[in-house]
């Protein structure tokens, strides 16, 4: 879940803790935890509701004065692709903190779903159509799952790619719960062994 850089404080002093979203299917899941910023939150519950049921309560919760205030916000972070008829859903979270949910435990998390495993992907699309050359991702995540352990420089020199580059690149990666360091060179988390056998069915797919 994405949140607007001026929302992070308010969350996690916990003046935050319910945001409204309209989605064609269930994005989030109740027990999930997903990162923010430097720390991360846990999904509490995701209710579709109408309209007419947002409190005031709730909507000061989500960082509104009003239900209208909600629905015009709700509006208006729609992006262009998105249905803004959709359901629309009240999400509750909590706070975790920064040191209460760190980078290793997102790793080991691979128990996703599919809206969570699908989020994770179009991140990584993301980054690809950011990217100044070629798709970088998963020829990166499979370098690493072909050779845990391997020094970045050997690595980057295997894909012709430049060392400071490549563990920029790595560092995206791990920021997402996809890599691990190790003493010398990464391996994949479970996470990230999750996600990468995902992309290489839809890479096989995509060649039958």
Request: include cysteine; hydrophobic fraction near 35%.
């Amino acid at each position: 879940m994405q949140f607007r850089q001026s929302d992070l404080d308010a969350i996690a002093n916990g003046d935050i803790t319910i945001s409204f979203r309209r989605w064609k299917r269930r994005q989030a899941t109740p027990g999930k935890a997903h990162r923010l910023g430097d720390g991360a939150i846990e999904i509490v519950a995701v209710d579709p509701i109408a309209e007419s049921e947002i409190t005031h309560n709730d909507a000061r919760a989500s960082g509104c004065e009003s239900p209208q205030e909600v629905l015009a916000a709700v509006q208006g972070h729609l992006r262009r692709d998105q249905d803004p008829n959709a359901q629309l859903y009240r999400v509750e979270f909590r706070w975790l903190g920064s040191e209460q949910q760190p980078r290793e435990r997102l790793a080991a998390n691979d128990q996703m779903d599919d809206a969570e495993l699908d989020e994770v992907l179009t991140k990584l699309n993301k980054m690809d159509a950011r990217a100044a050359s070629v798709p970088w991702t998963q020829p990166t995540l499979a370098a690493i799952h072909d050779h845990p352990g391997r020094r970045a420089g050997d690595l980057a020199d295997a894909q012709r790619r430049d060392t400071a580059q490549f563990k920029r690149d790595v560092r995206k990666l791990k920021a997402l719960g996809l890599t691990t360091s190790l003493e010398v060179g990464y391996r994949l988390s479970p996470r990230g062994e999750r996600v990468f056998a995902a992309l290489s069915d839809r890479s096989r797919n995509a060649k039958s």
